[in-house]
């Protein structure tokens, strides 16, 4: 990536996080390519989310900042790079105070080793950390947020999302009982070894939309479910959705709004999956909201006969 990423955004390099997270959003919902498409503005799109990533990254950010374009590079190592820049190694191509030509691709296995003296710079790196360059060094792993829906969490799922070339699609399994704000690693899917090192690991940081209906508490579910006077003060059977599928429910006779009962194994999957939180069902009981007069009439009926139910209400 050529251009400056601050002027890819539009903000001060000053700029904090949350004016870096504005602007991306502004410009990507304007450049999407489902909303306008275009060969130019699907590229942009594509320089304006690349800048993002680095740039709403606390320690891409401060790498960039302090190396510039080569830290964007596959295999960058701000620690190795700091460790040259500070005996006189220059940027692309400058070579040191004693006269040896030096380029940063050496300190990620672009090229071979420093030219001039016995072994290169890859060599010098490997015998201070104790490994050999030539022989390879495992990729970095790349990090990012995926939103997944709170049922495809509870159930598990498994996410198709872009590789980090660009052009391939990854699977990534979600385990059944992910929880927002867990991680997920999928090992080997992340950026290239350098040589022949291994590829590093793809870190997904998960973020489940709220249900409309269900809310979580550890391993437990909680469910509000309307049901009708007549079900409340007969008693009913009625369906109720779990993750694990419909299941009855038997609403006892005189039932009282705010009355839970308890679904036991019908939860979130615990760890290792044998074992399942509960689902907690709250009765709610619901009028009809008409102005019938027949149903005036029966309500007022109903409350004729009613006890008063606050006559032990006491501080």
């Given at each position: 990536m050529s251009k400056d990423l601050y002027a890819v955004l539009g903000v001060d390099r000053t700029a904090d996080e949350q004016t870096i997270k504005r602007a991306y959003r502004k410009l990507a919902a304007k450049l999407h390519p489902d909303k306008t498409p275009g060969k130019l503005t699907e590229q942009r799109f594509k320089e304006v989310t690349a800048a993002y990533e680095v740039l709403h990254d606390p320690k891409k950010?401060?790498?960039?900042?302090?190396?510039?374009?080569?830290?964007?590079?596959?295999?960058?190592?701000?620690?190795?790079?700091?460790?040259?820049?500070q005996r006189g190694y220059g940027y692309g191509g400058a070579g040191p105070s004693e006269g040896v030509p030096f380029d940063f691709g050496d300190l990620f296995g672009a090229r071979g080793g420093a030219r001039g003296g016995a072994g290169g710079i890859g060599d010098l790196f490997g015998d201070m950390l104790g490994r050999n360059a030539r022989g390879g060094r495992r990729g970095q792993d790349l990090e990012t947020t995926v939103a997944i829906d709170f049922g495809d969490a509870i159930r598990?799922?498994?996410?198709?999302?872009?590789?980090?070339?660009?052009?391939?699609?990854?699977?990534?399994?979600?385990?059944?009982?992910?929880?927002?704000?867990s991680r997920v690693r999928a090992k080997g899917k992340g950026a290239p070894g350098v040589g022949k090192g291994p590829p590093g690991d793809l870190v997904l940081h998960l973020q489940v939309r709220p249900h409309k209906h269900f809310r979580r508490e550890g391993d437990d579910l909680y469910l509000d479910l309307p049901v009708t006077i007549g079900e409340a003060y007969g008693g009913a059977s009625v369906r109720v959705p779990t993750p694990h599928g419909e299941v009855k429910l038997t609403v006892p006779r005189h039932a009282q709004s705010g009355q839970t009962v308890r679904l036991r194994g019908k939860g979130v999957a615990r760890k290792g999956g044998h074992e399942h939180g509960d689902l907690?069902?709250?009765?709610?009981?619901?009028?009809?909201?008409?102005?019938d007069p027949a149903v005036a009439g029966a309500i007022e009926t109903l409350g004729a006969r009613s006890a008063d139910p606050r006559g032990d209400l006491a501080f």
């Open positions: 950010r401060a790498a960039y900042d302090e190396f510039g374009e080569v830290s964007l590079q596959q295999g960058f190592d701000p620690a190795r790079a700091r460790w040259a820049k598990g799922t498994t996410l198709a999302l872009l590789a980090p070339n660009g052009t391939e699609t990854v699977h990534v399994r979600i385990p059944a009982g992910a929880a927002d704000g907690y069902v709250r009765f709610l009981v619901k009028y009809p909201a008409d102005d």
